[in-house]
């Protein structure tokens, strides 16, 4: 009987490779092709971008950040896979990619005690368009997972920026100052703060977020990502 009911769930609810799509069976979140060459970043890393020593074009550069981690690289049947997450609603992905995150989290950033995980936050206008912030979901997911309390919505967007890549990282820098600002800096005063997003391409994004937690007195602002770019600024 109980076979039954979960050939009847897992008919209605199929499941699919959180990189590659196709239907795979049970519990799992990626297929086995895809679990073997999944483009895991890996190695001698560097804290700063959260890229493999040979990746990193930093130098460790200093950032609001205090450090920053990230299972993947944005490559391959992943990139799809979450490209399908962020623009055509698989939010049943989120799941996939929130457990490899907490891994992370627990490898990179082992003995550190968060007083929460927040999302990088979307414009109100850009939130009703998609129906979700995939990076609010991420949180939420490795909340369950981790046990960090997650708080929602301590960061803001206040208004919409043009589209991140395309311009260059000059402009890209100019066209964050101020975007983000927050609705309760009592709540980022000498906390230890987790900052969830889904892809970054060159961190300014999460380096904008973290520069008003600072300013709000953050005691310390790690941040973890699904996936980054190979190369910094690479689209
Ligand atoms: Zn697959
Ligand atoms: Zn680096």
Not at 185 to 205: F, G, N, Q
Not at 222 to 230: D, H, R
Request: glycine share 6%; proline share 3%.
């Amino acid at each position: 009987m109980k076979k039954i009911r979960e050939w009847a769930i897992f008919s209605l609810f199929p499941r699919h490779c959180a990189a590659c799509d196709r239907l795979i069976a049970g519990d799992r979140t990626f297929c086995d092709e895809c679990l073997d060459n999944l483009p895991r970043i890996e190695g001698e890393i560097c804290a700063s971008c959260g890229r493999g020593k040979k990746e990193c074009a930093c130098k460790g550069k200093a950032n609001y950040y205090d450090s920053l981690a990230a299972p993947f690289y944005f490559e391959g049947q992943l990139r799809k896979g979450l490209h399908r997450f962020k623009f055509r609603n698989a939010i049943s992905n989120s799941k996939a990619y929130a457990a490899e995150m907490a891994v992370t989290i627990a490898e990179r950033f082992a003995g550190i005690e968060f007083d929460y995980i927040t999302e990088v936050p979307m414009r109100k206008s850009a939130l009703r368009e998609r129906g979700y912030n995939q990076c609010a979901l991420l949180a939420k997911e490795i909340s369950q997972i981790t046990g960090i309390p997650y708080k929602k919505g301590i960061l803001k967007k206040i208004y919409d920026t043009e589209k991140q890549h395309g311009l260059n990282s000059y402009f890209r820098r100019g066209n964050l100052t101020g975007v983000f600002d927050s609705d309760s800096p009592e709540e980022i005063k000498d906390k230890v703060i987790l900052l969830c997003d889904d892809i970054s391409t060159s961190a300014e994004t999460l380096n904008e977020c973290s520069k008003m937690l600072w300013l709000y007195g953050a005691k310390e602002i790690y941040c973890i990502c699904a996936a980054l770019t190979k190369k910094r600024g690479d689209n």
